[in-house]
Structures are given as structure tokens and as C-alpha cells.
């Protein structure tokens, strides 16, 4: 019966953890979000009134995702570290590759109109809706373009190989040894 009782206990004890855990989990979460909110909103009229400020912040920043979303899917589809500080830099990489692919679209997102909210500090900050335009147009443009460019190396590299594989084969050297013996 005591086996069954200290069983309870720690079953309890891991439930009020796992949520405590979430409790300060969520409660971190929504301080960064808050604070990142709050840097937005200070830096964004500044960059937006330089001298093409909105079509330079939106393109500089396209820029900047799609560069995220490449390092990210690179380090995470990469070979896995032998040792875990070696798979610890690769998660680690990957994160901060993912934070710069998200982080420009919440930055600019945080620049335009709150949908419930009637303060001033939720107003629209003008120019902020042609940034986030150039943004779009810019990091759509620029992932085309290199979708593009890797496909094509791709299907380069694939000719080149069935071009070895052909010239291979007619000096018989493409067969396999079952091939060639008989």
C-alpha cells in the first residue's frame, strides 16, 4: 500500500511540474512577444522616414527571411553532429536561422493596425502597409529567383552525371560484373 501512495505522489508532483512549466512557459512567451511588440513599435517610424524607408525596410527584410528559411532548412536537414555539443550548435543555428526567417514578418506586423484595440499605442504607423508590400514582393521575388537558380544547377548536375553514366557504358564500363562476364 505505501509503494502505491508514493506512486500517487510522484504522479502528482510531475503533473504540478509539467504545468507550472507551462504556466512560465506561456508567461515568457507572451513577455517576448510583448517586448518585441513594444521594439517595433519604437524603431519602425524611425526606419520608415528615412529616404526610402518603406521600400528599402520591406525589401531589406524579404531579404533577410528568405535568407533565414535557407539556413534553416539547410542546417536542419544537414548530417547530424557526432557529438551532442556538435548537435547542439546545428539546433542552435537552425533556431536562430528560423527566428531571422519569422522575425521581419512580426516586425512588420507589429506596425500595422491592432484589430481590438483603440489606444493610441495600437494605431497604425504610417507606411508600414508599403513595407510590408515590399517585403512580400521582394522575399517572393528573391526565393523565386534562387528556387530558380538551385533548380537548375540540379538539372545540370543530374546531365552531367547521365552524360558519365552514357560515355560509361559505351566503353563497357558502365555494365555490371555479371554483365560483363557473360
Known amino acids: ?30 513577455l517576448l512577444m510583448g517586448l518585441w511588440k513594444r521594439f517595433a513599435r ?72 491592432a484589430r481590438n484595440c483603440h489606444s493610441a499605442s495600437c494605431a497604425y504607423i504610417p507606411g508600414t502597409g508599403i513595407a510590408f508590400l515590399a517585403y512580400v514582393v521582394c522575399g517572393g521575388l528573391v526565393g523565386w529567383l534562387l528556387y530558380r537558380w538551385n533548380r537548375a544547377r540540379t538539372e545540370e548536375r543530374r546531365a552531367q552525371e547521365r552524360e558519365r553514366a552514357r560515355r560509361l557504358r559505351k566503353k563497357g564500363k558502365g555494365k555490371s560484373r555479371a554483365a560483363r562476364g557473360r
Open 1 to 30: 500500500m505505501g509503494v502505491d501512495r508514493r506512486s500517487g505522489m510522484r504522479d502528482g508532483f510531475g503533473i504540478a511540474g509539467v504545468i507550472l512549466c507551462l504556466v512560465i512557459g506561456t508567461g515568457v512567451v507572451l
Open 42 to 113: 519604437v524603431t519602425i517610424p524611425t526606419l520608415v522616414e528615412l529616404p526610402a524607408g518603406s521600400w528599402a525596410l520591406g525589401a531589406v527584410l524579404g531579404v533577410i527571411t528568405v535568407l533565414g528559411v535557407i539556413g534553416g532548412v539547410r542546417c536542419a536537414s544537414g548530417v547530424s553532429g557526432r557529438t551532442a555539443l556538435a548537435h547542439g550548435l546545428r539546433t542552435a543555428g537552425a533556431a536562430a536561422c528560423w527566428a531571422a526567417a519569422f522575425g521581419p514578418f512580426f516586425y512588420l506586423l507589429s506596425g500595422l493596425r
